[in-house]
């Protein structure tokens, strides 16, 4: 068996309105039967995850936070990657008056269009952090944590090889965890930009998607995909000298 784990976003992706299906359950259900491995990659929160998805006993490892924080379901035990956010930039952007906002163990979440009153209260506070969107969410980290970092770290703990891992997404924080997976994959309802630089891109939209795959896995290991370069190459050779 060449691939050996599944990485997988939630919202978008596994879920649809923030809710998996049963035959997306079922689906997950075969696909750990098989000895697989299954990984969530979330922008979430973990208390915020555990009340919109009760299922997470189905997965090996969780990477929340957009790569900020691991959790193991069987032992509930958690591990924070990263330094929190100062207290002085939650409370700064609740002055400016940005809400929604929440603040977790490392990430801060709100929505467009606040992404430029985030860029300005980071600046003014001297502050190393960057922000990603996730479709309409968006999110603020320190420099250099995003979900390829969260799943490094998830790869590392497990002793697995990215060079056996499946990833699927469909926005633009799954970027990064993508081209560090072997076989990068986008349900039918990602952005363009996602799907343009995946290996394979489904024909069903979320939950859908990820059975699609999930029957691919099943049925050949995805032999049938065809010989590909390295993503690493691929990667590589798309960043301007």
């Given amino acids: 068996m060449q691939y050996v784990a599944l990485?997988?976003?939630?919202?978008?992706?596994?879920?649809?309105?923030?809710?998996v299906n049963d035959p997306t359950l079922d689906a997950l259900r075969l696909a750990r039967s098989s000895g697989r491995k299954l990984i969530i990659v979330t922008g979430r929160e973990l208390p915020d995850l555990e009340l919109a998805f009760p299922h997470l006993e189905l997965f090996d490892l969780v990477v929340a936070e957009n790569g900020a924080l691991l959790y193991w379901p069987a032992e509930r035990r958690t591990e924070v990657l990263a330094e929190?956010?100062?207290?002085?930039?939650?409370e700064t952007l609740k002055e400016r008056?940005?809400?929604?906002?929440?603040?977790?163990k490392v990430v801060i979440g709100t929505w467009r269009p606040h992404e430029a009153t985030l860029l300005e209260v980071i600046?003014?506070?001297?502050?190393?952090?960057?922000?990603?969107?996730?479709?309409?969410?968006?999110?603020?980290?320190?420099?250099?944590?995003?979900?390829?970092?969260?799943?490094?770290?998830?790869?590392?703990?497990?002793?697995?090889?990215?060079?056996h891992v499946v990833g699927i997404g469909d926005a633009e924080n799954d970027h990064a965890f993508l081209?560090?997976?072997?076989?990068?994959v986008a349900v039918a309802n990602a952005l363009p930009s996602l799907k343009a630089h995946c290996d394979l891109v489904t024909s069903g939209d979320h939950g859908d998607g990820v059975i699609e795959l999930i029957d691919r896995l099943l049925a050949d290991d995805l032999v049938s995909l065809g010989?590909?370069?390295?993503?690493?190459?691929?990667?590589?050779?798309?960043?301007?000298?």
């Fill in 7 to 19: 990485a997988t976003d939630y919202d978008g992706t596994l879920a649809h309105h923030g809710r």
């Fill in 84 to 90: 929190p956010p100062p207290p002085t930039l939650c």
């Fill in 97 to 104: 008056g940005v809400a929604p906002l929440s603040c977790g």
């Fill in 123 to 163: 600046s003014s506070l001297g502050l190393e952090h960057h922000i990603i969107f996730n479709k309409d969410a968006v999110m603020v980290l320190p420099s250099g944590v995003n979900k390829a970092t969260g799943l490094t770290h998830a790869l590392t703990r497990m002793k697995i090889s990215a060079d």
């Fill in 179 to 184: 081209d560090s997976c072997a076989v990068a």
């Fill in 227 to 241: 010989p590909r370069r390295p993503r690493r190459v691929l990667v590589a050779q798309s960043v301007p000298a």
